[in-house]
Structure formats: structure tokens, C-alpha cells
């Protein structure tokens, strides 16, 4: 599956942004979809994952509360609702794509900057 993020951008604390990921090829609907971010010299971290059977969410404790993880299957796109913003979500944003078989993400999207300014 490829995966093409976008939507990132500059905006003040406490703005929201909303983060896409489309899906060309298979639907978003046979994976478990996840976000991920890289902030500037730390290791990529995990932000909000929807499983394909049901799904159910997940979310790191640094975004719960604030981030919605949601999809649009007749859009083939997840989305990441953003909400009160800090300067700490700054980081390039990774959508990615997990089969259920496996316990890897396998498929990566290219990446999106959120910049958030205080």
C-alpha cells in the first residue's frame, strides 16, 4: 500500500491542524493505521493507531484527550485531528500501515512538518 501524508503546517499553541494520509492501491480498511511523529534529534515516536477490526484507537499518553485518529473508507484516507496545540507536537508526522498478520508497520507515508510556534 502507498501512503501519501499532507496538511502539516505552521500554527500558534492551542490552534489545530488536521493531518491526512491517502491510500493508493488497498483500502485503509484492511490495516491497522497509525501515526507516528519525529521531533528534530530525538527517535520517532508513536501517536495514535486505528485497528481495522472495529476500529478502536489508541493514543499516546503525551496526545490523549487532544488528537483524533478517524478514517473516511470511501476516501481510502485516515485523518489526524490536531487540537490545542503545543510546541512540543513539533515534529515531522508519519502516517504508516500495519498488516493484522504482522507486528511490524510495514508501509510508510513520506511525512508531513507540524510546526507549532508559542
Known amino acids: 500500500v502507498q501512503l501519501q501524508a499532507s496538511g502539516g503546517g505552521l500554527v500558534q499553541a492551542g490552534g489545530s491542524l488536521r493531518l491526512s494520509c491517502a491510500s493508493s492501491?488497498?483500502?485503509?480498511?484492511?490495516?491497522?493505521m497509525g501515526w507516528f511523529r519525529q521531533a528534530p534529534g530525538k527517535e520517532r515516536e508513536f501517536v495514535a493507531v486505528?485497528?481495522?477490526?472495529?476500529?478502536?484507537?489508541d493514543y499516546s499518553d503525551a496526545v490523549k484527550g487532544r488528537f483524533t485518529i478517524s478514517r473516511d473508507l470511501a476516501k481510502n484516507t485516515v485523518y489526524l485531528q490536531m487540537n490545542s496545540l503545543k510546541p512540543e507536537d513539533t515534529a515531522v508526522y508519519y502516517c504508516?500501515?500495519?498488516?493484522?498478520?504482522?507486528?511490524?508497520?510495514?508501509?510508510w507515508g513520506q511525512g508531513t512538518q507540524v510546526t507549532v510556534s508559542s
Open positions: 504508516a500501515a500495519r498488516p493484522t498478520w504482522s507486528t511490524q508497520f510495514g508501509s
Open positions: 492501491g488497498r483500502s485503509v480498511n484492511r490495516y491497522n
Open positions: 486505528m485497528r481495522r477490526s472495529g476500529g478502536s484507537t
